[in-house]
């Protein structure tokens, strides 16, 4: 078969390695580089380079599936950088926050930690959040009727409850109760309250984009045409017609949606018959946020001291997060989210943009549909969006679980699969 996947983001790209080989592939990505939401840049600094991520950032060799296609792709624990997971929380404007979490296993003794009622709300966050995940909330329950804070006070719930997860998800605070509990609470949970000592997250050495392109460089009987976007899709007799924006066009036998679900919405406007496909897509709700790399310390506290990992400044019914490469990195280099902030960074050296998925009770009607219209006509849709928490763990089972459709099992999905 002559398969057409549209989109080179971590579904995208994982399942073209899982196909390629078998099938023949034709893979288009808007973009001029691989890699969808993982974005990389070099910065160069006087402790040397450092590549942070303009997007995902956060991995996890706890991901059985992702460490797997690491592993697989020639990335090993050495190419893992471990980082504390420390943050700060504060209101726009106010000099000392009111949260400053641990930071590492020996904390810096120039360091302040401020803990107190915000950091009593941050462990009931992560409480409720493991409650949710272990009774597995149907997608349709709210974090409104899901949650349980009897005692804690309305400011608490807007600058530490809410305020977490509309950093994540880029929506307003006022926004959060109407999620999902169920998709929230993936990102939150925590089976026992925090520690003195924080626990680490872990980045790529070299940025998330590394394996991207290491996977590209694997991919077998695979044509790759980058800044090629999915224009329009057309049937012709039993195959497809893959139009781009340039005009070129590909002729191939089942097509693969690695792209957000608006866009392949959009490409699916052309097609035939395809009205409730696209009806379905079009009930998944995206949130804009917009992403600068920079050297000065925007979005950070006035003070040193205060300082963490990820840093997230409360303002006018938005929560926006600066993240700080110093504790793993050793070098003054930040990521923020400044898609509703007023001020901007001083020294900014790359910006970009995103259009994230908001885990709704919508969203999860309009995934367990389209879960149902898998490979109906020889269309396919893969990405962190058809899963309930959106990750790249998410990401890389929906490629699996498409690839197994597709292609009788081999070395490769023997790869993911076997332990």
């Known amino acids: 078969m002559r398969i057409g996947i549209a989109g080179a983001g971590t579904a995208g790209l994982t399942t073209a390695w899982l196909l390629s080989g078998s099938h023949e592939i034709v893979l288009l990505e808007e973009r001029g580089t691989p890699g969808g939401d993982a974005r990389t840049v070099s910065v160069g600094t006087g402790a040397g380079t450092v590549c942070p991520d303009l997007g995902v950032h956060e991995v996890s060799d706890q991901f059985p599936l992702w460490s797997r296609l690491m592993r697989a792709a020639g990335l090993g624990p050495d190419d893992l950088l471990s980082v504390p997971a420390s943050r700060t929380l504060r209101h726009s404007g106010d000099a ?25 709300a941050l462990n009931r966050l992560f409480l409720e959040a493991s409650r949710w995940e272990e009774e597995d909330l149907d997608g349709e329950i709210t974090v409104e009727e899901a949650a349980d804070w009897p005692t804690l006070p309305g400011a608490l719930r807007d600058d530490v409850i809410h305020a977490l997860p509309a950093s994540v998800f880029g929506c307003g605070i006022r926004e959060v109760p109407g999620l999902a509990a169920r998709g929230v609470g993936g990102f939150f949970a925590r ?15 070299g940025g998330t984009q590394k394996l991207a392109l290491a996977l590209i460089d694997q991919l077998r009987t695979t044509e790759v045409h980058l800044r090629a976007r999915l224009h329009r899709l057309d049937r012709d007799g039993d195959r497809f017609t893959m139009t781009e924006t340039s005009g070129r066009t590909h002729s191939v036998d089942a097509v693969v949606f690695a792209t957000p679900a608006h866009a392949a919405a959009a490409a699916l406007r052309s097609l035939g018959g395809s009205s409730r496909l696209r009806a379905i897509l079009d009930s998944f709700t995206y949130q804009e946020l917009v992403y600068a790399a920079h050297l000065d310390p925007f979005g950070m506290p006035q003070e040193r001291r205060h300082w963490s990992t990820t840093n997230v400044t409360v303002h006018d019914g938005w929560s926006e997060t600066t993240t700080w490469y110093g504790p793993g990195h050793g070098a003054d280099v930040f990521v923020s989210q400044i898609t509703h902030r007023g001020p901007q960074p001083g020294r900014e050296v790359a910006r970009t943009s995103f259009r994230t998925p908001l885990p709704t009770p919508a969203a999860h009607r309009a995934r367990r549909r389209l879960t149902q219209c898998q490979g109906e006509g020889g269309l396919y849709f893969v990405g962190a969006y058809t899963r309930a928490l959106g990750s790249q763990e998410a990401a890389v089972a929906s490629a699996l679980d498409v690839a197994r459709r597709l292609a009788r099992p081999g070395p490769r999905l023997r790869q993911l699969t076997v332990r």
């Open 96 to 120: 000392r926050p009111y949260l400053v979490s641990p930071h590492t296993v020996r904390e810096d003794r120039h360091r302040e930690v401020i803990l107190g009622p915000a950091w009593e």
């Open 191 to 205: 089976p026992e309250p925090s520690t003195s000592e924080a626990a680490p997250t872990q980045n790529v050495r």
